[in-house]
C-alpha cells in the first residue's frame, strides 16, 4: 500500500488536519512536527486521497473546504526527524 506525504500550502493548516484525522480510521496516519503535514498510508492514488480529504473533487470554481496542500508518493526518504517518524515510515513502506 502506497505511502503518501500531504502537506498543506497554506499558512492555516488546521482544516487539512480535522480532514485528515475525521478519516483517521480508515487510513494510517502519522502527523509530522511543527504541524508541517501527513504521512498517509492509503490504498489508493494521489488523486483519490486528495479528493477524499477534500483537497480536490470539488465543482469548478467552488473553493476547497480544507484550503490547498500538495499530495506526494513517498518512495525512497533520507533527512533529519524523530525517531517514531521513521520507524512508522520504515514499518509501512516494508509492509
Known amino acids: 500500500m502506497p ?5 498543506p500550502l497554506i499558512e ?4 487539512l488536519n480535522n480532514a ?4 483517521a480510521k480508515e487510513i494510517d496516519c502519522h502527523k ?3 504541524d508541517r ?3 498517509i498510508k492509503f490504498d489508493g492514488t494521489s488523486i483519490e486521497l486528495s479528493d477524499r480529504l477534500g483537497i480536490t473533487g470539488q465543482n469548478q470554481g467552488e473553493t476547497p473546504p480544507v484550503g490547498s496542500a ?3 508518493p513517498v518512495s525512497s526518504y533520507y533527512g533529519r526527524g524523530p525517531t517514531d517518524m521513521w520507524e512508522w515510515l520504515k514499518t509501512r513502506l516494508e509492509q
Not at 492555516?12 to 482544516?15: A, E, L, P
Not at 485528515?20 to 478519516?23: D, F, L, Q
Open 12 to 15: 492555516d493548516g488546521s482544516k
Open 32 to 34: 509530522l512536527q511543527a
Open 37 to 39: 503535514g501527513w504521512l
Open 3 to 7: 505511502v503518501y506525504i500531504v502537506t
Open 70 to 72: 500538495i499530495v506526494v
Open 20 to 23: 485528515i484525522e475525521k478519516h
